[in-house]
């Protein structure tokens, strides 16, 4: 026992006062353990103001994205609106009979067409042996090409003009 005594009474004349010594761990573990208590209450505030900025950040994009689908919404009524008018405007014009400047235009048109009809014609059948002769090594005759241009048409070309609505009643 007297082992163990003796180590106190070291350590006592070594330091000076081994109960001063326990006196200024225990104030600096109490400081410690104060410390302590302030960060926990820090993180705990920090954690409390991170939940709460994140539920606010949250509830501002739902109110955004409702904002956003109202206007998508509406934006897509109008175009319905628009594409609606716009059918019943093709509509009524569809039904109207066309006027007289289209008319004229497009008999001028017509006219057109049977009048260079030949001439078109005639240009083909001046192209078509310069073809074959350099195809075939026979001389052809703008007789014989014509035949053959003939032959390959069969039966006369005629163009339709275009039908015309009925109007409904």
């Known amino acids: 026992m007297k082992a163990h005594f003796g180590a106190e009474e070291e350590l006592l004349r070594h330091d000076g006062s081994y109960l ?3 006196a200024e761990w225990t104030d600096r573990e109490m400081q410690l353990a104060r410390l302590h208590e302030e960060i926990l209450a820090r993180r705990e505030m920090n954690l409390s103001y991170s939940i709460a900025y994140i539920q606010s950040q949250r509830d501002r994009r739902k109110r955004e994205d409702l904002v956003d689908v109202d206007k998508a919404r509406q934006r897509n009524d109008k175009y319905l609106q628009d594409i609606v008018a716009k059918r019943n405007e093709l509509h009524n014009e569809s039904c109207n009979p066309p006027s007289p400047r289209l008319t004229t235009l497009q008999s001028n048109y017509w006219a057109m067409v049977k009048n260079m009809r030949p001439l078109w014609e005639r240009s083909l059948e001046e192209t078509i042996p310069l073809t074959n002769r350099s195809v075939s090594h026979k001389s052809v005759t703008i007789q014989e090409s014509r035949s053959a241009i ?8 005629t163009i339709q003009k275009p039908k015309r609505k009925s109007k409904r009643t």
Do not use: H, L, W
């Open 150 to 157: 003939k032959g390959r048409q069969g039966s006369k070309v």
């Open 20 to 22: 001063g010594r326990v």
